[in-house]
């Protein structure tokens, strides 16, 4: 009955907007409304515009515009039209299938439309061969099915193979390091990776409501039963299905985040400096904090406390469909405040087992993913005493950080007051993987450059980048598989260090950075410039180091204006010869600028390809050889038998020769044409054979040679002294890296600058001319007179001190 009466209401209101509703001759004057309208407006604008400004031509342009416009209006009805045939039930399934596709295979468009393309054959095929009568069907349909069944099951299975592949590889790359590495003294001892010592205990503990994790809750005793906090102040959006799912699964909200953590500790009586490492984004019902625990037994063993900082509350869920916390990192670097904070009432607490044992004034933080990012923020406001984006809320902490170290941070996840986290008089490390899935430009370089040194204790700041690194082996929980994908087979692996070997790497430096940065260990400082010095203690890879300490007087950032000539002091002054390239600009990462400026130099010499890996000097005339000098008064430095110069520098893979393509083609581009087809035409002739024999096998691609120059020194008598680039490694080719498998099928790789830091001790180079004076050094000069052709990005030139 009620069925009945719904059917009856439906057909009366459609009976009644039918009778209002337009007919078609009323969409065809609609139609002819808008379009005659639109084009007389063009018209107008076109003639109204073209006697504005006194070109006739506007209106042709106006005209072809109404013409093209028209045209893509034709073509669109065409495409819906086209649309609207496919049936309703294919239509349903692309609308359905395809975005889950694109999400399982993270967005890779080429497998999304192999996927559903091969399944809708292999669903098709089912149909037609188990569904319905095959025997009915005309010879050439026949034909047509069982040819697209083999090509879907090939598919398929080439797919499959594909995927079990660890991964393909890439184009070889020379280790520019290792051709010099002979030269470089290794530091004596044993290994900061070591294991120490001490005896090594655990503890955990935590604020006792964790409904999963045990460890923070009914088994934490109650000496360390921390209090709650309220972070409603630093976190957003916990609100909504994704707020209440998160306090249904963790059994607390915002207004009571826990003070949990997982310690390493020496058995001893101390004090002993404490370090707190914090975790990343990742799913946060698969538990990040036990994951360094291979860094927890060494530090610990040395003689360190290492507190693993519980935050997996404050990670992604599956119930983020719609929208999660957002720029929740300051919450990550505010709850580090409040862990030390409790350390610190433990440290002076007399009943307590940690009572004295903790030297307050040496701390360090480290972080991993957000949490690289997060460490920088806690530094940042650990010095401030209200929250900078609600003033209303106190901090007021200002413990002794003396050092933070960021493992593949993000950068600008969190802004405070609207701009990046600025840090002054603290030392620095960050590390980064070239096979990183998830960070995968090295965002890290972009807080280095805004850390800056201006008190007078000696502070350093240094970048790690490891070729073959991923994201989640830094930690053992996270493993080989940096997407949260369980489909891991969609990467390549190839290149990947196993985790063994990238733990060894992030042990030795992270622990040397600690022992130079807490306990004053100088010994280890040389690591930080030059990964050979720790060649004994390292796995083989091609490691790029960038350094900077307190004691480097800047000759030339390229930060102060926007002319090549000046440096950053005002007595300096630049000049260069033969140039092919020749700018300062911005410094492009792979997501975002750096946040530095410059300068980019290149030269090219025209050569035959047999020449390209020859010295260019011995057959370009001197005239022609390119340079870059930078001259300054020798007392804005007042060098000594201690200073070395010091500049970072990276690869370009931009065009050296950019003025023979684009607007700077000449007029007479198709006579070139022709003399280099004629010249072709002479060498196939002249060698035949060679040629099929190339045809039938490919040679195999050759690492490109590092690139290096000659830098000339000349103090304010004229004499002058001249070495190579290489005399400290040659300059290392931008690395190129394949990171999901369905790159290799676009013919994808992906690659950024990164910086390398040279030094040269002054003393020791002055020796080839006595007559040298290195403390009246006025003029540096990058002589480019040893690779045929390149591009170099250089920054931050000036003299700092030998360690």
């Not at 401030?384 to 901090?395: E, G, I, N, R, T």
């Not at 030269?603 to 050889?625: G, H, P, Q």
């Not at 691609?701 to 004499?719: H, R, W, Y």
């Not at 990164?754 to 403390?775: C, G, R, W």
Request: net charge negative.
């Amino acid at each position: 009955m009620i069925k009945r009466w719904f059917k009856n209401a439906k057909n009366w209101i459609l009976a009644k907007l039918l009778l209002i509703s337009p007919g078609s001759y009323a969409f065809k004057g609609a139609a002819f409304g808008l379009i005659a309208f639109t084009v007389l407006l063009i018209i107008l604008n076109a003639v109204i515009f073209s006697f504005q400004i006194g070109d006739p031509y506007y209106l042709l342009f106006g005209l072809v515009t109404i013409i093209v416009l028209a045209l893509l209006g034709a073509l669109g009805v065409w495409i819906i039209k086209l649309l609207y045939q496919i049936p309703k039930w294919f239509k349903f399934a692309l609308l359905m299938c395809l975005p889950i596709l694109a999400m399982i295979v993270y967005f890779q468009v080429v497998l999304v439309v192999g996927l559903a393309i091969l399944f809708s054959i292999l669903g098709a095929s089912y149909f037609i061969f188990v569904r319905s009568s095959f025997k009915r069907l005309t010879t050439p349909k026949k034909v047509v099915a069982a040819l697209a069944l083999c090509i879907a099951l090939f598919g398929i299975g080439a797919l499959a193979y594909y995927y079990s592949l660890t991964g393909l590889d890439v184009d070889p790359i020379e280790n520019a390091a290792l051709l010099s590495t002979d030269k470089i003294p290794a530091i004596l001892g044993k290994s900061p990776g070591e294991t120490g010592e001490y005896l090594v205990k655990t503890i955990t503990y935590g604020s006792g409501k964790d409904r999963h994790r045990p460890e923070f809750a009914e088994k934490v005793t109650y000496n360390f039963l921390t209090d709650s906090v309220n972070g409603v102040a630093f976190l957003d959006n916990w609100s909504g299905f994704s707020g209440w799912w998160r306090e249904k699964y963790w059994g607390f909200d915002d207004k009571s985040l826990p003070i949990n953590g997982r310690v390493w500790y020496p058995e001893g009586k101390g004090p002993f400096p404490l370090v707190l490492v914090v975790h990343g984004n990742h799913s946060m019902q698969d538990y990040s904090d036990p994951g360094y625990d291979y860094l927890g037994e060494l530090l610990a063993s040395r003689g360190m406390i290492l507190v693993s900082v519980d935050e997996n509350f404050i990670n992604g869920s599956w119930t983020d469909i719609r929208e999660g916390l957002s720029e929740e990192n300051d919450a990550r670097g505010w709850l580090l405040l409040e862990h030390l904070k409790v350390w610190h009432d433990w440290n002076a607490s007399s009943d307590h087992p940690f009572f004295n044992k903790i030297d307050t004034t040496k701390i360090a933080l480290i972080g991993h993913s957000r949490g690289g990012e997060a460490v920088a923020h806690a530094a940042m406001l650990n010095e401030l005493d209200f929250y900078p984006d609600d003033a209303s809320v106190k901090l007021d902490y200002h413990f002794n950080i003396q050092s933070i170290v960021a493992i593949a941070p993000v950068d600008g996840q969190y802004e405070p007051g609207s701009s990046r986290t600025k840090l002054n008089d603290i030392s620095y490390f960050v590390i980064h993987g070239a096979q990183d899935a998830d960070v995968s430009s090295f965002m890290g370089s972009m807080q280095y450059e805004r850390i800056s040194f201006q008190d007078s204790s000696y502070h350093f700041k240094s970048g790690l980048y490891v070729y073959g690194a991923n994201h989640g082996q830094f930690n053992t929980s996270w493993g080989k598989n940096d997407t949260g994908n369980p489909f891991v087979g969609l990467l390549n692996l190839k290149q990947q260090l196993d985790d063994s070997t990238q733990q060894v790497i992030a042990k030795v430096y992270i622990s040397a950075f600690l022992e130079a940065t807490l306990r004053g260990k100088k010994e280890y400082l040389p690591l930080f410039l030059d990964a050979r010095k720790g060649k004994n203690w390292l796995p083989e890879t091609i490691y790029l180091n960038q350094f900077e300490d307190s004691n480097l007087k800047t000759l030339a950032n390229f930060d102060e204006d926007f002319d090549v000539k000046t440096t950053s002091l005002d007595s300096g002054s630049i000049q260069s010869e033969n140039l092919s390239v020749w700018r300062e600009a911005e410094i492009q990462l792979k997501w975002a600028k750096k946040g530095s400026r410059a300068a980019f130099l290149g030269w090219n010499y025209d050569v035959e390809d047999s020449l390209k890996d020859e010295r260019a000097k011995d057959f370009v005339n001197d005239s022609l050889i390119a340079s870059y000098s930078l001259n300054f008064d020798p007392l804005d430095f007042q060098l000594d038998s201690t200073s070395v110069l010091q500049f970072s520098m990276a690869e370009s893979t931009e065009s050296s020769n950019p003025k023979t393509s684009g607007k700077w083609i000449n007029d007479n581009k198709e006579n070139n044409e022709e003399e280099e087809e004629e010249n072709e035409e002479e060498t196939n002739a002249e060698a035949p054979e060679e040629e099929e024999e190339s045809e039938d096998e490919p040679e195999e691609k050759n690492a490109e040679k590092p690139l290096d120059f000659t830098i000339q020194l000349v103090d304010s008598t004229g004499q002058s002294i001249q070495f190579l680039l290489s005399e400290f490694s040659p300059l290392q080719r931008e690395i190129a890296v394949t990171i999901w498998k369905s790159d290799f099928i676009k013919g994808d790789s992906q690659s950024e600058k990164v910086f390398q830091t040279f030094s040269f001790n002054l003393e020791k180079l002055a020796k080839q001319n006595p007559s040298f004076t290195p403390t009246q050094l006025r003029t540096i000069k990058f002589v480019f007179d040893q690779s045929t052709s390149g591009v170099v990005v250089v920054d931050n030139i000036g003299f700092s001190r030998e360690f």
